[in-house]
């Protein structure tokens, strides 16, 4: 099947720094992603919606200044938090989808685990 | 916008068989996910079926869709330890591609050996 990757896997920074995390298709052209948040044993909740070559559209109550999403090319998705605190510790995971796959499936990454001190 | 409902969780003797159950609200919801999440892990897709069909097996999985009640249930047969990790259905409608997935609660299976 289709591999997405997510890195880094783990990152932990200080209250006020910022940080990337890419997603990546690593095997398909993935012309949609998708970024979620997921709380400690909750449910994963959408963030945003990222199209190649256009703007992302966020989900009502995040805040798009804080979280930027780049989708610059059809591989590679980035979301960078900025100004992290606290709570936005969290595990951030991507999907992603392409054309040419069936039945519309769309593929996770494995996730990345932000801890912001 | 779609609700999924979830139990929050569910606990099995190991060889016994696991049932994990699932509504939803979207009709139009034509495919219909089931996801594993292992600790500290992403998403893996473990099956789905089409809104079409009833009941759709592969292997230890069977899939069983009642599209009038909206309910969806995964059995997973011979649970095995390995089997212990979250589940989570995902109802999808036909442009799922473009839209995201909307996600149950997930149901927390722990298999006791």
């Known amino acids: 099947g289709a591999v997405v990757s997510q890195h880094p896997s783990r990152v932990i920074c200080k209250s006020g720094t910022s940080v990337k995390i890419e997603c990546r298709s690593l095997?398909?052209?993935?012309?949609?992603m998708f970024w979620y948040r997921q709380f400690p044993k909750k449910s994963l909740m959408l963030m945003a919606t990222?199209?190649?070559?256009?703007?992302?559209?966020?989900e009502q109550g995040v805040e798009k200044d804080k979280f930027l999403i780049n989708h610059a090319s059809l591989t590679l998705s980035t979301l960078t938090v900025t100004s992290a605190h606290p709570e936005d510790s969290s595990f951030y995971i991507c999907s992603a989808r392409g054309l040419e796959l069936s039945n519309n499936e769309q593929f996770f990454g494995p996730g990345t685990r932000l801890t912001v001190l | 916008g779609e609700d999924v409902e979830q139990s929050l969780f569910l606990s099995v003797r190991e060889g016994d068989s696991s049932v994990i159950n699932c509504t939803y609200t979207d009709s139009s919801s034509t495919y219909l996910y089931w996801y594993k999440q292992e600790p500290g892990a992403g998403l893996q897709l473990l099956t789905y079926?089409?809104?079409?069909?009833d009941m759709k097996q592969d292997q230890r999985l069977t899939v069983l869709l009642n599209k009038k009640d909206k309910h969806l249930s995964l059995r997973i047969a011979d649970t095995q330890t390995g089997d212990s990790a979250i589940y989570f259905c995902a109802p999808g409608g036909m442009d799922t591609g473009r839209r995201a997935l909307t996600f149950g609660s997930g149901t927390r299976l722990q298999v006791q050996p």
């Open positions: 095997d398909f052209q993935a012309t949609t």
């Open positions: 990222s199209n190649e070559g256009s703007k992302a559209t966020y």
């Open positions: 079926i089409f809104s079409n069909m």
